[in-house]
């Protein structure tokens, strides 16, 4: 089970983007890509057979899975991540700091 998931809150702690709050859009492997942040310039190449104009566009690129944690709305800090099993018998993702269920 993995421990940071699509569309969950996270907070950039490492590198340009410090201390941001953003949504995990996609988890490639190790790496995450956090929407509106690790912008890069991407020269793309002209192509009038398939109508792409050319240019230089801002896309986001992938971080290292390491360089984000789990934003807890409830202390307004990042948090660790547990995996337990309710009583139910189902795997939840709960807060270290304080026990409550990730939503």
């Known amino acids: 089970m993995m421990k940071i998931r699509q569309n969950d809150e996270v907070i950039v702690i490492v ?4 201390g941001s709050i953003g949504t995990v859009t ?45 934003y807890n709305p409830t202390t307004k800090k990042a948090d660790r991540i547990g995996i337990r099993v309710n009583d139910k018998g189902v795997k939840e993702r709960f807060f270290k700091s304080n026990g409550e269920t990730v939503v």
């Open 15 to 18: 590198g340009k983007d410090k």
């Open 26 to 70: 996609k988890v490639i492997g190790a790496k995450v890509i956090v929407e509106g942040y690790n912008l890069a310039k991407k020269h793309i190449r002209p192509n009038p057979q398939e109508g792409i104009q050319g240019g230089i566009e801002e896309k986001e690129m992938p971080m290292s899975i390491s360089n984000v944690a789990i």
